[in-house]
């Protein structure tokens, strides 16, 4: 994966994430480990932040 590619996917990424997030929720808030959905989006986009800032650093 080139590293132009790579920037796309982290750039453009965190939108689809939020969006899916939001319609995963709708669909598991009223199971009792509903609330991992939205924690794994926040984990999600900690990594894509923190692989950004790594891409940055140089």
């Not at 689809?16 to 199971?31: E, M, Y």
């Not at 609330?35 to 692989?51: C, E, N």
């Amino acid at each position: 994966m080139s590293a132009r590619s790579l920037y796309a996917v982290l750039f453009y990424g965190p939108p689809a994430v939020a969006g899916l997030t939001v319609i995963g929720s709708f669909f598991f808030a009223k199971r009792r480990w509903g609330f991992l959905v939205p924690l794994g989006a926040l984990i999600l986009l900690g990594v894509d932040l923190a692989a950004l800032a790594a891409m940055f650093r140089r």
